[in-house]
């Protein structure tokens, strides 16, 4: 779908005001022309905030923080979607991931702490897996054998 430069330059301009009024980033940009045709648009991207270098710093600190709560190989981004979905408390992350030591197998660590912390999942009470917990039956082997092979 084509729109008329007066369109786009509209929808552009209100963008740009909404980013910069919301976000901590802004914009500017260059029409660039083809004779007296705009062919293209160069955007050049800003931050609105000083304080932005100090939250990224803040960020990386607790993203190497959650990589070393969780004692298994994340990416960053793994890490900061923990670190998103727990709002940024480190401690729920510490309380989710002690309870995944009480879990007998987890496939995906990361979607497990996620929903974990977004479900509110509680310690288990007791064992999870009662499946061994019974007293082994003991068995007279020979006689089994004879009875099998019919020799009574």
Known sequence: MKYSFCVAHRIITKSQKELAE??????????????RKVTSLKFY???NKTTCKNEIAASLENINLIKEIINEPITDVEALKILISAKGDINIVKEKYSYSMEVPKIGNMVGWIIDAIKSDYKSPKGKVNKFNEYEQREYDFEELEKKLLGWK
Not at 23 to 32: A, L, P
């Open 22 to 35: 919301k976000t901590d980033i802004n914009f500017t940009y260059q029409e660039i022309k083809t004779g």
């Open 45 to 47: 991207i800003n931050t």
